[in-house]
């Protein structure tokens, strides 16, 4: 997956389950994540991470922290809307 394609996808769903691969051990892992840092909870959270042109800067719930995740590494986005059956408005 491309960045530009991972952040449109982000913007798009707002929250989304992300599966990779991690970089170190190979295996599958996920993250919950947003790209909306505007959220009171989020924009009051520390951040030193800086975005580069091979990752993207996310804002993890599960972990409580801000994520770069690498977008080469990334197998699926799921919106979170979907994971909880949430209705469409």
Do not use: G, W
Request: hydrophobic share 30%.
């Amino acid at each position: 997956m491309k960045k530009q394609e991972l952040k449109a996808l982000m913007t798009e769903y707002s929250d989304a389950t992300i599966t990779y691969r991690s970089k170190n051990s190979n295996k599958l892992k996920y993250n919950v994540c947003t790209i909306d840092f505007s959220i009171p909870h989020i924009k009051a959270k520390n951040n030193r991470a800086k975005e580069t042109k091979d990752t993207l800067l996310l804002f993890c719930y599960d972990t409580d922290t801000y994520r770069l995740l690498s977008p080469e590494k990334i197998t699926s986005v799921v919106p979170l809307s979907d994971t909880l059956k949430n209705e469409s408005v």
